[in-house]
């Protein structure tokens, strides 16, 4: 029998992929590398980058959401305008190094990757995902 309690989880990839500070690049981790949420719960990320991501009154700080088989979607840009289209359970938030997206009252179609994703410094944006939705607990 299956629980009714549903599961997101989260799994830390693609950090070997981004280039060295040294190289001047900014790089971005995304923690924590594994959560799980029961439905209804608030879920939250965090999102750090090397150096601020801020420049000209924006912050170039970009949340996206890519469902198995699909292609990623954008759901944040500047680090919390939510995109059209995007459920108000969804919000992001932070300025300088420091950021979140969180997703309250966590429902069965949010279990997704969700990649932090910064195009400031870099010539090619680096990112810093996914998370992925692991077995339904029975």
Do not use: H
Not at 6 to 34: H, R, Y
Not at 110 to 119: I, V
Request: charged letters at 15%.
């Amino acid at each position: 029998m299956v629980s009714p309690a549903q599961f997101l989880g989260f799994l830390l990839l693609c950090v070997s992929d981004v280039i060295p500070e040294s190289s001047g690049q900014i790089t971005v981790t995304q923690t924590p590398n594994m959560r799980s949420a029961n439905l209804g719960e608030t879920v939250t990320i965090y999102c750090k980058t090397s150096s601020s991501v801020s420049g000209s009154g924006r912050v170039y700080l970009q949340w996206y959401q890519q469902k198995r088989g699909q292609g990623p979607k954008p759901i944040i840009k500047f680090a919390s305008t939510l995109l059209p289209g995007v459920s108000a359970r969804f919000s992001g938030s932070g300025s300088g190094t420091d950021f979140t997206l969180t997703i309250r009252d966590v429902e069965t179609d949010d279990a997704a990757d969700y990649y932090c994703q910064q195009s400031y410094g870099n010539p090619l944006p680096q990112c810093s995902g996914p998370i992925q939705k692991p077995p339904i607990a029975g």
